[in-house]
């Protein structure tokens, strides 16, 4: 395993990479709010068989910030032209999670004759609908309310209902209005906090995600090898999406999108289960199935 801290695009980009270079290569995208420590129970396992590259997105974990220009689904698919360039990546299999999905969406769909296979995972951009905690969250003081929740108390995708979790967050609130109507100051947020409601308002409002960066439409296009991986309780995209996507998209894999109890948007978070073998049952289950996939 190597890793360490480049500099693409005047930005900084920690990276990390394991396995054997003379196995295919397998490029891993996490989601909004996380970093790469986001694979860490499987990482190893997946590394047995692939040549596996990850690194931070822009504005998360040992990656700097972007700028409100970079606030776009381009920028980041710039950036990993520039990645792959410098590590002399061709043809990778792009897997991504949540927003990670929608950057390798959109980076397909772009450069397709670039990437072997793609896996999406509990995607964004695969239709509107998403959680309506995240809706409101695109409304001022609102939005800062419940990512302050999320950061320190995480795992609750949909609105919290424990009387504690509603306290804190309608503390906030009243706090947060307080500081932004009447004294007239910013709200203050930690870095991530902040970048997570930059990119959040930036592809959700009200109604739910905006056609910026829908790419329902354009499924259609995509030619290669596709795996839909869903879980069966994701909160934050509804599992129709997963099933209207696999039906879209000509080459998938499978004869339906594969699917995860328990774990909720994010099957391979060990800590949203109580149910440990169940937990290790779907870890074994995602390996098996991009293995599998991967190598076919």
């Known amino acids: 395993m190597i890793?360490?801290?480049?500099?693409?695009?005047?930005?900084?980009?920690?990276?990390?990479?394991?396995?054997?270079?003379?196995n295919p290569t397998l490029v891993l995208l996490h989601g909004l709010g996380n970093n790469m420590s986001q694979w860490k129970d499987v990482e190893k396992q997946l590394s047995r068989h692939f040549d596996i590259f990850m690194f931070d997105l822009v504005g998360f974990g040992g990656s700097d910030d972007f700028e409100e220009t970079e606030l776009n689904v381009s920028f980041p698919i710039w950036l990993?032209?520039?990645?792959?360039?410098?590590?002399?990546?061709?043809?990778?299999?792009?897997?991504?999670?949540?927003?990670?999905?929608?950057?390798a969406l959109e980076y397909t769909l772009k450069r397709q004759e670039n990437v072997r296979k793609l896996v999406l995972m509990d995607s964004a951009g695969l239709g509107r609908e998403i959680c309506l905690k995240y809706r409101l969250s695109t409304l001022p003081v609102l939005g800062e309310a419940f990512v302050s929740e999320d950061a320190n108390y995480p795992g609750v995708e949909g609105i919290p209902i424990k009387p504690g979790s509603l306290f804190r967050i309608f503390s906030n609130i009243i706090r947060f209005a307080f500081v932004k109507i009447i004294l007239r100051r910013p709200i203050q947020l930690d870095r991530e906090e902040k970048n997570n409601l930059k990119l959040l308002r930036h592809g959700v409002n009200l109604f739910g995600q905006k056609p910026t960066i829908r790419r329902d439409k354009k499924l259609k296009q995509l030619k290669i090898p596709v795996l839909v991986l869903h879980g069966l309780e994701d909160v934050i995209?509804?599992?129709m999406q997963a099933v209207r996507a696999f039906g879209a998209i000509p080459n998938t894999w499978g004869n339906s999108p594969i699917f995860f109890k328990g774990g909720g948007h994010n099957p391979l978070n060990?800590?949203?289960?109580?149910?440990?073998?169940?937990?290790?049952?779907?870890?074994?289950?995602?390996?098996?199935?991009?293995?599998?996939?991967g190598l076919a």
């Open 270 to 293: 060990l800590d949203r289960y109580k149910d440990k073998l169940l937990a290790k049952e779907n870890i074994e289950k995602f390996v098996v199935s991009i293995i599998e996939f």
């Open 3 to 22: 890793e360490g801290v480049s500099i693409v695009l005047n930005k900084r980009i920690k990276w990390k990479r394991m396995g054997d270079a003379n």
């Open 237 to 239: 995209f509804p599992l």
């Open 80 to 103: 990993m032209d520039e990645l792959f360039t410098e590590f002399g990546i061709k043809k990778p299999i792009l897997l991504g999670e949540s927003f990670g999905g929608l950057l």
